[in-house]
């Protein structure tokens, strides 16, 4: 294995395949963050190893990767559309794990963690602004951008493939394919649309089966309750909510203080604990959206690392 050290933010970088669900016994889920400032997306420790680590700035990363240096995606102008990486999640498929990627500069793509090569990538165009991903059963990837849409594209088709469907949603933040119903759950900046996709792989299809108006503006995180099969997280600008689909209910979540729940960036639980990650800008400068803590709650924990700046953070296991 090779071992370097990223020197800008002090972190110990230790290239491997990203490990698969926590073992029995093991500290737990690692975290898979999103650093604007270094332009990168790294699989860091578990947690509970984060929390308990008293060392300075030097953090153990598992797994790494960048656009600035995937000779795949090179087409895709990353100096311009790899600016400032905003989403990061694991995705397991067919015993295979991708992690998938957005960047305001544009990039969209799903990235196979076995060997670091693009399944399918995008360039969106500068002023799309995408802000989530989702990977479908099909291989199709569903993309929303804060421009104000929601496209399927026809993944499946190949590794750049172009065709798409949209769906028109002012604000589109958040993305979520639900097996249990068949569902994609997007997220907008006043609603939560379910949409049934129709059509055939290579010329999909959207259609709006269900809307939830959002108890507060700006809808921002879409995310799985992993300790509930069915229901979802989600934050607003105001605070942090559980929606449960069959109920129709948005149930508000509490943390330990109110300003904890405000402008979340990221939310997600973690199975077997039920402990919640979260991230949230701490609107100083240089960065207005990012911040360079993640939280913990129940019980609380904080982790600076130190360099960062951090737009999401969630944790890397399977799903």
């Known amino acids: 294995m090779l071992r370097r050290t990223l020197s800008a933010l002090g972190l110990a970088l230790l290239f491997c395949a990203p490990a698969g669900r926590a073992e029995a016994g093991s500290p737990g889920w690692q975290v898979v963050v999103a650093d604007q400032g270094s332009r990168r997306v790294f699989v860091l420790q578990s947690a509970r190893e984060l929390m308990a680590y008293q ?14 240096r995937a000779p795949d995606v090179a087409d895709l102008s990353p100096a311009r559309s790899w600016t400032n990486p905003d989403e990061a999640k694991s995705r397991i498929r067919q015993g295979r794990r991708y992690l998938l990627i ?10 196979d963690t076995a060997t670091g090569r693009t399944r399918w990538a995008a360039d969106l165009g500068p002023t799309a ?3 989530s991903i989702e990977l479908l059963p099909d291989g199709n990837v569903a993309v929303v951008a804060s ?12 590794p750049r493939a172009t065709a798409y469907t949209e769906f028109g949603l002012p604000g589109a933040h958040g993305v979520l394919w639900d097996g249990r119903s068949g569902l994609l759950w997007v ?3 006043g609603a939560l649309i379910a949409l049934r996709v129709g059509g055939a792989p290579a010329a999909p299809t959207l259609t709006a089966v269900r809307t939830a108006p959002l108890p507060d503006r700006g809808g921002h995180d879409l995310a799985p309750v992993l300790a509930a099969p069915g229901r979802f997280w989600l934050s607003t600008l105001r605070g942090l909510w559980q929606y449960d689909p069959a109920a129709d209910r948005f149930t508000p979540v509490r943390l330990a203080g109110s300003a904890a729940e405000r402008d979340v ?12 990650l979260t991230v949230a800008p701490d ?6 959206w ?4 993640i939280r913990l709650h129940r019980p609380e924990g904080v982790r600076t690392l130190s360099g960062t700046h951090l737009y999401k953070a969630r944790w890397w296991g399977g799903q």
């Open 129 to 131: 602004n995408p802000h």
């Open 55 to 68: 060392g300075p700035d030097r953090l153990p990363v598992v797994w790494s990767w960048t656009a600035d």
């Open 102 to 111: 957005t960047a305001t500069g544009g990039l969209a793509a799903v990235v």
């Open 283 to 288: 609107h100083t400068a240089p960065c207005d």
């Open 265 to 276: 960036k990221s939310i997600g639980d973690e199975p077997g604990t039920g402990r919640l």
């Open 290 to 293: 990012c911040t360079s803590v």
């Open 147 to 158: 421009g104000g849409w929601v496209r399927l594209y026809a993944a499946s088709q190949g």
């Open 187 to 189: 997220l907008g900046d």
